[in-house]
């Protein structure tokens, strides 16, 4: 990234990637980062079309497929993204945002089973990825796996992550109706660090 490009504004950006995108109309590339500038402004349905458009012109674009589920769970469009997540897999199996995403389409569809299957794989893949211990716990608890629930709890924790109080009660409440109870303060952690 230059340094014109670091300094520029969102709508800079677009403006810039736009002219891009008119000067070479038959780049992925140019349609793809064309899709970034638009999700960075929070114009999820022209960055849609901006990865759709960089897909038409190569389908093996993986980031284009990631991108494009990206905004399609932000468009609350769940089938969509599970099926654009699962061309990006079909075509590399190893990329943790894909499986991250694919999990999050599947926690708002009600599949716990699947949610836990992706977390696994995102966890596999990337053992200090906070967030997906933290969603692998929501999925275990889901599938009543109470005891390995607890353990991606510690794990996601311990990692920054900071449970939402309803999952702690729910959490808490099914060991206690199990007799596996367990203390608040293990499953409590500070606050995790800003990102910019």
């Known amino acids: 990234m230059t340094a014109t490009e ?9 403006e810039r990637c736009r002219a891009a995108v008119e ?23 022209p960055a849609e079309r ?27 469009n769940f089938d969509a993204a599970v099926e ?8 590399r199996d190893d990329l943790v945002q894909a499986h991250y995403n694919l999990g999050q ?12 299957r992706c977390c696994e794989r995102v966890v596999a893949l990337d053992p200090s990825h906070a967030a ?13 796996q109470l005891s390995e629930a607890r353990a ?8 920054g992550f900071k449970p939402l109080p309803e999952f702690l009660r729910k959490l808490e409440q099914a060991e206690g109706h199990s007799g596996h ?13 800003k990102e910019d």
């Open 6 to 14: 670091m300094t520029e504004t969102p709508g800079a950006r677009v």
């Open 152 to 159: 991606a709890l510690t794990r996601a924790t311990a990692l």
């Open 50 to 76: 901006a990865y759709r458009s960089a897909l038409e012109i190569d389908p093996d674009l993986v980031e284009a497929w990631v991108n494009l589920a990206g905004v399609q769970l932000l468009q609350w």
């Open 132 to 144: 997906g211990h933290y969603f692998l716990a929501v999925g275990l608890l889901a599938t009543g």
């Open 105 to 116: 389409a599947h926690l708002y569809r009600g599949e716990a089973a699947d949610l836990v």
């Open 84 to 91: 654009s997540n699962r061309e990006a897999l079909r075509r």
């Open 23 to 45: 000067q070479s109309p038959r780049s992925a590339a140019a349609h793809y980062n064309l899709g970034l500038a638009y999700t960075a402004k929070g114009l999820v349905e």
């Open 181 to 193: 109870a367990h203390s608040r303060s293990e499953a409590t952690a500070p606050e995790p660090p």
